[in-house]
Structure formats: C-alpha cells, structure tokens
C-alpha cells in the first residue's frame, strides 16, 4: 500500500523574487550582449529568461485543511500540506485533495431485518480524507467508494438487528440507536480504512416498516404496547391489593376470612384494572349480607 508522506516546497513568494530577478538579469543581459555584439551572451539570457518563465509554472498554492499529491511522470513523489504560496517542480502534477469534515447521507435503503420483516433505512456518515495517498491511489474514486461502500454497510447492519426487539435484553434498530450507530460506524470505518479516510460520526436518520406491511406492523405495536401496559397495570394493581390486605390485618381494622378476601381482592382488582372508572356501590346491610 501507498502510504502518504511529506513533501518539502520552497516559499512561493521567495521564488517569485528570484524568478523576477533572473528575468530581469536576463533581459539585462540580453539588451547589452545585442548592442556588443556577444552571440554567447545572447544565448545565455534567452535561455535563462525561458528557465525563469517556465519556472514560474511550479507556484501553486495550498488553502487550509487541503493537500496536493506530487506525480512525477505518474510516480509518487509526496504530499504538501503546509497552507499558502508554494513553490515546487514545475513538471510535477500536483492533484488537489480536500481534507475537511465532509458529510454523506444515503437514499432509503429497503431491506430486510433479521426477523425478515422489509424496511426502509437512511443513514448520514461524517468522515474526512487523513491519508492523501491512499485516497488518490488505492481506490479508483475515493467519494464514489465512501459513498457505496456506507451504503453496503448501512444494508449489513440492518440484516443483523430486528427493527423491535420484543425482549427487552436484546438490541433493535429502533430502541438501541446508541449500540447500533457505534456498530455502523465500526464496519464503514473498517470499509473505507484502505481508501485513507477516518469515520467520525455514523448514525441512522430514517427508520421505518416498508409501506406494504407498515399498517399491520402498526397494530401489531399498538397491541404489543397494550399488552406491556396491561402487565404495568396489573403488576401495581397485585402490590395494592397486597399492601392493603396486610395493612388491613396488621391494625385491626376488620377480621376477613378466605372467602371475604377472595371478594376484596376481586373488587380491588376490577377497580384498578378496568379501563373505565368503576362505579362505587354502597352497601347498607352488614358485612355478611
């Protein structure tokens, strides 16, 4: 593999006064060497002020958070990366790279979850360029292989959860956002380490059931959050009932046999389960009628 590595470039603005100076000297030259006579001089500053016009094609400069891959003659020959007016080989191809935080946001993606079930997901990735030269050289386009390379990891992670987990132990798409982003943005890193580009942020915008089973999935949620609710309900409901039998017995308020405590515990239970307020009977006889 290609590894970057730092190439060294002379001041750009010193360059251009010393580029300047020789076009000057060489004009000089050239103007005396005419009025003398001197062919040899002549030659001289013709050739010295081309030298000096032609160098002036190795100025390039290098803007902030940016780097420039040196080709010689399709060989590498290095990286700059320090900011301004820079001056190198002016037969050098100098490719400009971007190393600044980029951002890419997949299409909606319809797959399916482990459970089978077809849903559409989008994730956005944020990442960045750190190794010039693997990104130039090791990839064919290295923004086309981020982008397809996310996709086909967005695609994996989803067949390996459920989009709900109907155990509350196990990880979904949906209820672990945390767990699952830190895992998308493991695998893309993995993918697009040997293009030279770091992963610095992954996590999923879009989550959904496919349009041809959302309605049931729907019901299916709405059922499943009844049902949770129900056992909340009823769980509190058997602790009422509990505390109230034993705070009963405990001060002697009334003595209940089996067969009244069976009846509290039945009226307590309708009371506190039913999805209705319940409506109170008063009773005017005794205890036993």
């Known amino acids: 593999m290609i590894r970057e590595r730092e190439r060294q470039t002379a001041p750009g603005l010193l360059m251009v006064f010393v580029f300047l100076t020789l076009m000057f000297v060489a004009l000089a030259g050239f103007v005396s060497a005419a009025r003398l006579n001197e062919p040899m001089v002549v030659v001289v500053s013709v050739v010295l002020f081309t030298v000096s016009a032609v160098a002036f094609a190795g100025l390039f400069s290098v803007a902030p958070n940016e780097g420039r891959v040196m080709q010689l003659f399709g060989a590498y020959r290095g990286t700059v990366r320090e900011e301004g007016l820079r001056w190198a080989n002016p037969f050098l191809t100098k490719k400009r790279i971007s190393l600044r935080v980029r951002n890419f946001e997949s ?56 989009y709900d987990a109907h155990v509350e132990e196990h990880l979904s798409l949906r209820g672990s956002t945390d767990e699952v982003a830190k895992g998308l943005k493991t695998e ?96 005017t006889g005794t205890l036993y009628q």
């Not at 079930?117 to 290295?142: G, L, Q, R, S």
Request: aromatic share 4%; net charge negative; with cysteine.
């Open 107 to 162: 299409a909606k993606l319809k797959v399916n979850d482990t459970d089978g079930n077809p849903i559409e997901i989008a994730a956005v990735v944020v990442w960045k360029v750190v190794d010039t030269a693997e990104a130039v050289f090791e990839v064919d386009d290295y923004e086309n292989y981020v982008r397809v390379q996310s996709e086909a990891a967005v695609r994996n992670l989803a067949t390996r959860y459920p």
């Open 188 to 283: 893309i890193h993995n993918r697009l380490a040997k293009a030279g580009v770091e992963v610095i942020e992954a996590r999923i915008t879009h989550l959904a059931y496919a349009p041809e089973i959302a309605s049931v999935m729907l019901r299916r949620q709405q059922a499943s959050a009844v049902i949770a609710a129900r056992q909340k309900i009823v769980e509190g409901a058997v602790g009422m009932v509990h505390m109230a039998l034993e705070q009963l017995s405990q001060k002697h308020v009334v003595e209940l046999d089996e067969e009244r405590k069976a009846a509290m515990v039945s009226n307590l239970l309708v009371v506190l389960c039913a999805d209705r307020e319940a409506q109170p009977v008063v009773n």
